[in-house]
């Protein structure tokens, strides 16, 4: 599939972005750079958030971008995930049909990322990419689906099965290892006998006011042999409370559902049933700021 036959993926620039790449600019030397450098921090920064809404990590402060020497030195705008390689996010302006590449990133990337500006900066389009270069130039109407790509970089979703085994990722602990104190931690999904629990530190970005959050998960097998499910995000102490706002929504195969902290609340939560095999998405969002977990029932 090439850009012409996909919709193309809008992400909203916000004031963060801009904070980064006006900083960013400020520090070069000449109005050309630092237009190469602003430009350059925002694609970075709009793939880094799209990214991350997927659930897939990145490194931006690994970045050469982010690099105060290397970003003046070269015209880079890397972005590092983890354990895959660096993908290349080159700006694209309006009206433009193709994208030059410097030298300096033509080689050691596992990818190269088109992203298009709105006239005012605001919003950028995720145009498509290509996973090898053997010119210096690339030809916007050749590049495939960002889909293709995602699929490469998407990681394996919790399997919730698994953990009837026995089997957990490393991160996510016994609830009473993560919620404090750890003689509070049990009250929290205990109408089932045979539920499973578990939980799992989230990071939404910069604490607020020094709280840190938990994403906590039981399941349980019903009559049914449907697999019942219940989402909670907690604060990490149990004597705070959530920030009002904070967002839980839980995207399921044929549905959705939300839930949303008011003053007060000390958690939220979502409970629902799937068949064995289904998948669903957890999302966690405060203002600009969200965690993404992908599951398989």
Known sequence: MTSQDMENLEITLGIKAHRFASKFAAEQTTTAKSKQVYLNTLAVYAVHRYLKYL???TDLKESDCWNPILRHQWNVADLIVPDIG???CRSVLPGETTVSLPPEVTEDRIGYIAIQFSEHLDQVELLGFTKAVVADVLEISRLRSVDDLIGELSPQPVNLAAWFEGIFDEVWLAIGDILLPKELAFDSCRSHSNNIERAKKI??????NGKQFALVVSVWTEDNQEQGVIIQVRPISRTETLPPGLKLKVLLESDEAEAIAREADNLIQLEFSELPGKTFTVI???N???VTENFVV
Do not use: H, K, M, R
């Open 55 to 57: 659930g897939i990590d």
């Open 86 to 88: 660096t993908l290349e």
């Open 203 to 208: 990071d939404l970005g910069l604490l607020v």
């Open 284 to 286: 966690v969002s405060l």
């Open 288 to 290: 600009n700021e969200f």
